[in-house]
């Protein structure tokens, strides 16, 4: 069998914050050969599979001889021989080696980057790119709507905003490039306004400028300004879109926004966010309230109303189990889909499955901690995922995945298309 595992390997590589990380890499007995990257969260949800570390005083803690061990003594033995296109079998073999629900003893580092560089190397035998061999049934394979990140915070920035992610979302763009033309223009005039007010200190950790606003507002209403002075009509051609983060932000019932000088109950905070939604032209906002606070988030999606994209991150942590709780209560309607959260490729894609029942929307995530890896734009073509989220349009990791992106417009049947703006709950009618 071509498709039969020869060998497997794991290598300690650099992630885009210059700690370790571990490369998995697969060969199959026809000769076909492929690779994965774990990437790593910063802001993670407290109920993420775990990510393995060392500890100990080498590389602060985040060592993976651990993770390496494990590759080498448990998975590779076990996995040798077994077929790498049947990917829902290996899943279920790595899921029941590793034999916690937090997959803490292997790390589900050394499971995503397994999982995927199997998919690959079942792909790379098979002559097909990795989307086709991703693409299930009933999909569409398509170019995903991209949320780009022009301002970083939370923890991608030393606190220096309260808010994470400001991001754009080129709702209006006829296809994928242009969508990626207006954001660079977006960025560039954000970039230009700070740097003219003497507010730029850099880029944050996923490429978007690293601003020293005095406050979040301030932040919202430059990036107005800048999708104005790139001469896009905002909400109409491109609107904002936000990760709060808020888990990060809360403690014992209260948010605090250091940057604002305010500390809020869940109530005020919620009614903080739709002051914002009433001014500005956001159409999705992800995280808005802590992850253990469901009915806060419930209250909230309840408030936006229909056509504003509540998407649930740390409180569901790609977890189908989780999703369909939360469903059950309103708690958002569209989730953040992120394989290390889960562990392996079949779990994340019993996710997308949930998610889908639920009525809800999916957007492909990477993390902040990011390489070359480009596995993530693969799995929102093959997955017919609408949305991408990959950070700003700056440092190679993140261009790595736009551009994978460009390419493939060249290649897919439907070119660079996006999917109907009836795929958005800002676009329903
Ligand atoms: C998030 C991600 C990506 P991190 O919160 O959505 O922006 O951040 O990888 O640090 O969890
Ligand atoms: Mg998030």
Redo the contacts with the bound molecule.
């Keep these: 069998m071509k498709t039969a595992i020869a060998d497997l390997r794991g290598r300690r590589l650099w992630d885009s914050r210059g700690r370790p990380t571990i490369e998995v890499e697969v060969r199959t007995c026809g000769g076909g050969r492929g690779r994965a990257i774990a990437p790593a969260?910063?802001?993670?949800g407290s109920r993420e599979a775990v990510d393995l570390r060392d500890e100990g005083a080498a590389f602060g803690g985040f060592g993976v001889r651990r993770v390496l061990y494990g590759i080498e003594n448990e998975i590779a033995p076990l996995l040798r021989g077994r077929n790498a296109a049947d990917q829902q079998a290996i899943d279920l073999l790595l899921k029941a080696l590793d034999g916690t629900p937090e997959k803490r003893r292997l790390g589900a580092n050394a499971l995503v980057a397994t999982s995927m560089a199997v998919a690959r190397a079942a792909a790379a035998t098979m002559g097909v790119p990795l989307w086709r061999h991703l693409a299930q049934g009933g999909t569409v394979p398509a170019l995903p709507l991209p949320q780009i990140q022009i301002f970083g915070g939370g923890?991608?920035a030393g606190g220096r905003l309260d808010v994470?992610?400001f991001m754009v979302v080129a709702v209006g763009a006829p296809d994928f490039p242009t969508a990626l033309d207006w954001t660079a223009e977006i960025y560039r005039r954000a970039g230009d306004l700070l740097a003219a007010e003497g507010r730029l200190r850099g880029v944050a950790d996923?490429g978007g400028w690293w601003p020293a606003f005095d406050g979040n507002r301030e932040a919202l209403e430059t990036l107005l300004r800048a999708i104005e002075a790139a001469g896009r009509i905002p909400g109409e051609e491109v609107a904002i879109a936000l990760?709060i983060?808020a888990s990060v932000l809360h403690s014992e019932g209260r948010y605090r926004l250091r940057r604002d000088g305010r500390e809020l109950d869940g109530d005020a905070f919620r009614e903080l966010l739709l002051e914002w939604l009433a001014r500005f032209p956001i159409v999705s906002v992800?995280?808005p309230l802590a992850e253990d606070d469901p009915a806060g988030f419930a209250a909230f999606t309840a408030a936006a109303g229909p056509r504003i994209q509540v998407v649930a991150?740390?409180l569901v942590v790609t977890d189908a189990g989780r999703i369909r709780e939360a469903a059950a209560i309103g708690a958002a309607n569209a989730v953040?889909v992120?394989p290390n959260q889960v562990g392996t490729l079949s779990e994340a894609l019993a996710a997308v499955r949930a998610a889908r029942e639920a009525g809800w929307n999916a957007i492909a995530?990477?993390?902040?901690?990011e390489s070359e890896d480009v596995t993530i734009l693969h799995l929102a073509v093959g997955w017919g995922l609408p949305q991408l989220?990959v950070?700003a349009l700056a440092r190679g990791e993140r261009t790595a995945k736009w551009n994978e992106g460009l390419r493939l417009a060249e290649d897919l049947p439907g070119g660079g298309a996006l999917p109907p703006p009836g795929s958005f709950p800002w676009g329903r009618s």
């Design positions: 969260g910063a802001s993670t923890a991608h994470q992610d996923e990760d983060a992800e995280d991150d740390d953040l992120k995530s990477a993390r902040s901690g989220k950070g």
